[in-house]
């Protein structure tokens, strides 16, 4: 088919998991509740995971685009709704470190600012066996932007 002179072409991509429609949580003072994503026909998006048992990246880390800290690096496909439980579950399945029952996992998105410096904003903590508030936070109720970094220190719980 050709539009203005110019061929287009239609991709699809189908990802297939065995989930069901996830369930969104609402933010506390949102006024109206965001659609929930339907995983088995919404693409997910590349969500690269830095991890660090002591603390957080420095913003050096992140600083020269292609250099990010790759050994710490773990690359997840996911959806907006995905919880900040649901992420700690795939980081400890990597990470031997992030499932001992005294361990915090802190969530921070690293993202350039509007003069194009790196920011680090802290956006939640997840112990490793115990429920928390921050257990059902989403990426989306975070504001979290595709295209993002989310730097995880893995320490030792409080």
């Given at each position: 088919?050709?539009?203005?002179?110019?061929?287009?072409?239609?991709?699809?991509?189908?990802?297939?998991?065995?989930?069901?429609?996830?369930?969104?949580?609402?933010?506390?003072?949102?006024?109206?509740?965001?659609?929930?994503?339907?995983?088995?026909?919404t693409c997910p998006f590349l969500l690269r995971?830095?991890?660090?048992?002591?603390?957080?990246?420095?913003?050096?880390?992140?600083?020269?685009?292609?250099?990010?800290?790759?050994?710490?690096?773990?690359?997840?496909?996911?959806?907006?709704?995905?919880?900040?439980?649901?992420?700690?579950?795939?980081?400890?399945?990597?990470?031997?470190?992030?499932?001992?029952?005294?361990?915090?996992?802190?969530?921070?998105?690293?993202?350039?600012?509007?003069?194009?410096?790196?920011?680090?904003?802290?956006?939640?903590?997840?112990?490793?066996?115990?429920?928390?508030?921050?257990?059902?936070?989403?990426?989306?109720?975070?504001?979290?932007?595709?295209?993002?970094?989310?730097?995880?220190?893995?320490?030792?719980?409080?």
């Amino acid at each position: 088919r050709r539009v203005h002179g110019e061929t287009t072409v239609r991709v699809e991509v189908v990802f297939c998991r065995n989930m069901l429609k996830s369930a969104v949580a609402v933010p506390a003072g949102s006024k109206a509740a965001p659609a929930p994503i339907d995983r088995e026909k919404t693409c997910p998006f590349l969500l690269r995971v830095f991890q660090k048992n002591g603390g957080h990246h420095s913003l050096q880390d992140f600083g020269v685009r292609g250099k990010e800290p790759v050994d710490d690096e773990v690359q997840i496909y996911t959806w907006p709704d995905a919880t900040l439980r649901e992420i700690t579950d795939l980081i400890q399945a990597v990470n031997p470190d992030a499932k001992r029952r005294d361990r915090e996992l802190s969530f921070a998105f690293v993202y350039p600012d509007r003069r194009g410096r790196n920011v680090l904003r802290p956006v939640g903590k997840i112990h490793s066996i115990r429920r928390g508030y921050d257990d059902t936070k989403t990426l989306a109720s975070l504001n979290f932007v595709t295209g993002d970094f989310l730097d995880v220190s893995i320490e030792p719980s409080r």
